[in-house]
């Protein structure tokens, strides 16, 4: 190579860092915080625990395992493996889809409550749950229903709320006739 062409080569290599550096300094990158599952949440119980696998799965699918693996406040009916599995066959593999994901979201929203609610504060009446709807429950001092559904585990506590097994699937009325669904 020729000195004069070195001597351009040398040019255009130290120019590159400056140009690159000034075009970093106009355009500061952004640090995007990723949402991680904190340990102790109701999504890490869930996760740890072989009974709600299904629950898991469709947590995760609906987005919402960041959610209930983060800092706040939830009350979970949390449906069961064999909960899922009294659904009709398909309803599922349905839900799961991709383009089902906000009725996925719903369904699993209808499970939650805002807030921390104590077996002891789940009187008769309706609760508002996070999916906008309403759920009724039954209770006489030694037994709870949601939606005739018995809870049969309740008042297991996590860091950011308390979960309360069932062992139905509960169908909101927004759901109802999707794959065979019924409230």
């Known amino acids: 190579m020729k000195p004069l062409t070195q001597f351009a080569l040398l040019i255009s ?71 899922f599995g009294k659904l009709p066959a398909a309803v599922l593999t349905k839900l799961l889809l991709p383009e089902n994901k906000e009725k996925l979201r719903s369904l699993l929203l209808y499970h939650v ?16 749950t996070m999916n906008g709807e309403k759920v009724k429950v039954d209770s006489d001092g030694t037994k709870i229903e949601i ?17 309360h097994s069932i062992g139905t699937v509960l169908i909101p009325k927004s759901l109802d006739g999707f794959a065979g669904l019924d409230k």
């Open 13 to 83: 290599i130290a120019a590159f860092p400056s140009t690159a550096m000034s075009q970093t300094a106009a355009a500061p990158t952004q640090l995007v915080e990723k949402a991680v599952v904190q340990p102790g949440s109701l999504t890490a119980m869930i996760s740890d625990s072989t009974t709600f696998s299904t629950l898991k799965k469709a947590l995760k699918a609906a987005e919402l395992d960041v959610i209930l693996g983060a800092k706040g406040e939830y009350t979970i009916f949390a449906p069961t493996d064999d909960a």
């Open 147 to 163: 939606e005739g559904s018995k809870v049969f585990s309740a008042d297991v506590m996590a860091n950011n709320g308390v979960m």
């Open 113 to 128: 409550l805002p807030g921390k609610v104590l077996a002891s504060g789940l009187k008769d009446g309706d609760l508002k």
